[in-house]
């Protein structure tokens, strides 16, 4: 940690600690303005409330989450986890994706359902935060699916992320593929 004043820490720094597995102690609001979390081969759960307040807006000059275990390797893992939404707090942005895990060849079906009409970006994230792909929809009808362009024959590994967003807000899932 550096420079802590009040509520506010200037940079907060968890690097290089072998035995680390949660950062839990930090699950209380407090006002973060860099984050770096690196090289913490046992850290895997790093969406808490104070690291997911700094995620809303943060600055990617200033943030590296790298080096540490599934769901704590990544800004992208990290928001995940946090089911980040930005924008206005009192619009209700969510998401289904079903099914969840999907297999190889399977169509991913999204449903979308909130008071938003108009272009919506639906996107596939690899772990490390990567657009692998990005689609673009028109929600005309409150409760809509969404992303039957998305190709999933393409994406690699065992698991990846769905970003779904508007004008206002967005949120992300982490689906599992078999």
């Known amino acids: 940690l550096k420079t802590i004043a009040g509520d506010t820490l200037s940079a907060l720094q968890i690097s290089d600690n072998p035995v680390l597995d949660d950062l839990w102690a930090l699950h209380h609001p407090v006002a973060i303005n860099a984050l770096q979390i690196e090289r913490n081969p046992g850290l895997s759960a790093c969406s808490v409330e104070a690291i997911c307040q700094y995620l809303e807006n943060y600055d990617p000059a200033k943030?590296?989450?790298?080096?540490?275990?599934t769901g704590c390797n990544s800004i992208a893992e990290v928001e995940s986890g946090c089911i980040v939404s930005t924008g206005d707090a009192s619009q209700k942005f969510d998401f289904q994706v079903f099914p969840n895990p999907v297999s190889d060849g399977e169509p991913l079906q999204i449903l979308?359902?909130?008071d938003f009409?108009?272009?919506v970006r639906i996107e596939i994230l690899s772990l490390d935060g990567r657009v692998l792909q990005a689609l673009f929809e028109e929600k005309t009808t409150?409760?809509?699916n969404v992303g039957e362009g998305?190709?999933?024959?393409?994406?690699?590994?065992?698991a990846f992320f769905i970003r779904?967003?508007?004008a206002k807000t967005?949120?992300?899932?982490?689906?599992l593929k078999f």
Not at 150 to 158: C, R
Not at 170 to 175: C, F, G, H, K, V
């Open 117 to 119: 009409f108009g272009t």
């Open 63 to 69: 943030t590296v989450i790298a080096e540490n275990l």
């Open 112 to 114: 979308l359902e909130n």
């Open 142 to 144: 409150r409760q809509m």
């Open 164 to 166: 779904v967003s508007d």
């Open 170 to 175: 967005s949120a992300t899932r982490l689906i």
């Open 150 to 158: 998305l190709n999933l024959a393409d994406v690699g590994g065992n």
